[in-house]
């Protein structure tokens, strides 16, 4: 008799609640990794880092608990159906999914447990508090940053956060399992460096004046550990409390797009959180999102982010703000193809945190900058990117001929976006 768990989004032994409760049972524990076609298909690119970093992050988990991960590339409810046969499950854990493909599939291998008299057992673990836990006193979802932030920093004064502990456990199946390798599954290297798996004291600490500035190393680079769980978001709520109320903000801000995505489905289905914004009328010019994804509008700060992300999978926060921004009100350009643009490209491409960015800048998310507001790139670039050190970085030929003339002229695009608003609102 033996257990599953089944590791996804939470790429870790330490601090993992449903491999602790797993562990924590008296059955040994056949730990699994599927590398899920129903995903990997459907990526554009067989040179995808994610699944390089995925591929690296098991490669280390396996080590960690001894050769004993058991790897499988297949259609997860393929996957568990031949697991069945040959072994005596009695329980399937694994942790909390919360994207509308995660919840179709795990109630998939639910319902199949369920037939064949084994327990599916779920937890809590890619967040601190999820779906009903932070609600307002009338038992509603906030769907404001502040007020969600003040109950939520409130209830974890009220909560001591646990750390499960199970790096020393050896309870596993022993039988050992060969991991294939990324081409094995049909993948490629990406050539994208990864970035470390920590964050100094220092940098959190300096973080409230440091992170609006792309040409400085002022944000932590850990979304991607975020995304595949290499690391606990409960060690970095540890890690933030008493040095910095500005980047706890910002794990908060990760909960509550988690919060919206599960109370607020319509979004998984490519509405607009504020569904009278889905009657705007977007220009759409082909050619011109073509310039945005190259990074060829002639806007150096736009093209500078969008060249950042095409050659690392990663671009800075406020350069996000500023090229989305662009697409949607200088471009008029429907939000989702950048969203879709994006989710291509990050390599912590998430979908609540990359729904909640885009449809912050199109106006139509929930807690999102106003319709009117349509950033000036050249303002932005003076108080953010002052010496150009960012921009000519990605952007070197700057001072040449060679360099494209403005796609778009700043006012027109301004007065343009505000009429179609305008419009679609009937404001
Ligand atoms: P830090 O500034 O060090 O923040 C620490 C962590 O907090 C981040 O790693 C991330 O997990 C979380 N965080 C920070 N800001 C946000 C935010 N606004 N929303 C949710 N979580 C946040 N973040 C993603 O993780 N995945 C995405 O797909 C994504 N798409 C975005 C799209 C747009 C248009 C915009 C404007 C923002 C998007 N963000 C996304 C949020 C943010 O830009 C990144 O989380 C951040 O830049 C990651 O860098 P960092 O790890 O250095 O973050």
Request: hydrophobic share 40%; aromatic share 14%.
């Amino acid at each position: 008799k033996v257990s599953i768990f089944w590791f996804r989004r939470d790429l870790r032994i330490e601090d993992n609640h449903g491999l602790f409760q797993a562990l924590s049972a008296s059955e040994p524990v056949l730990p699994l990794f599927i590398f899920d076609t129903n995903i990997l298909d459907r990526l554009p690119s067989k040179k995808d880092g994610r699944v390089e970093f995925i591929h690296q992050a098991i490669t280390q988990l396996n080590e960690a608990i001894g050769g004993h991960l058991c790897v499988k590339h297949g259609n997860p409810l393929a996957v568990f159906k031949d697991l069945m046969t040959k072994w005596d499950i009695v329980r399937i854990y694994t942790n909390h999914d919360y994207e509308r493909y995660g919840l179709d599939r795990d109630a998939s291998i639910s319902e199949l447990a369920q037939e064949k008299g084994v327990e599916f057992r779920t937890f809590k673990d890619q967040v601190i508090f999820e779906k009903d836990e932070v609600l307002s006193g009338a038992g509603t979802p906030y769907t404001v940053f502040t007020p969600y932030s003040r109950k939520w920093k409130a209830l974890l004064a009220e909560t001591s956060l646990p750390n499960f502990l199970s790096s020393e456990s050896t309870n596993y199946v022993s039988d050992t399992f060969i991991l294939p390798s990324l081409a094995d599954i049909g993948f490629q290297p990406s050539g994208l460096l990864f970035p470390q798996a920590s964050v100094a004291d220092e940098l959190i600490r300096a973080y409230a004046q440091d992170r609006d500035f792309p040409a400085k190393p002022g944000t932590s680079r850990l979304s991607v550990h975020l995304r595949f769980g290499t690391l606990s978001i409960r060690s970095l709520v540890r890690q933030a409390i008493g040095k910095s109320e500005v980047w706890l903000n910002e794990l908060i801000w990760r909960d509550f797009y988690f919060n919206i995505l599960h109370h607020f489905p319509h979004i998984s289905e490519k509405h607009s959180f504020r569904k009278e914004y889905d009657r705007m009328n977007w220009r759409n010019n082909e050619e011109e999102f073509k310039a945005w994804c190259e990074g060829k509008t002639g806007y150096p700060i736009v093209d500078a982010g969008m060249r950042e992300l095409n050659a690392t999978g990663f671009m800075h926060n406020r350069v996000r703000m500023i090229v989305a921004s662009f697409l949607v009100k200088h471009l008029l350009i429907d939000w989702r193809w950048g969203e879709a643009y994006f989710a291509e490209k990050l390599l912590d491409f998430d979908f609540a945190a990359n729904n909640g960015g885009w449809q912050w800048a199109s106006g139509s998310g929930c807690d999102a900058a106003p319709y009117f507001r349509v950033f000036n790139p050249t303002l932005q670039t003076q108080k953010f990117d002052q010496s150009l050190v960012y921009i000519k970085k990605w952007v070197p030929e700057l001072q040449e001929l060679s360099y494209p003339a403005p796609i778009v002229n700043h006012e027109l695009a301004r007065a343009r976006v505000l009429a179609a608003y305008k419009e679609a609102l009937g404001k």
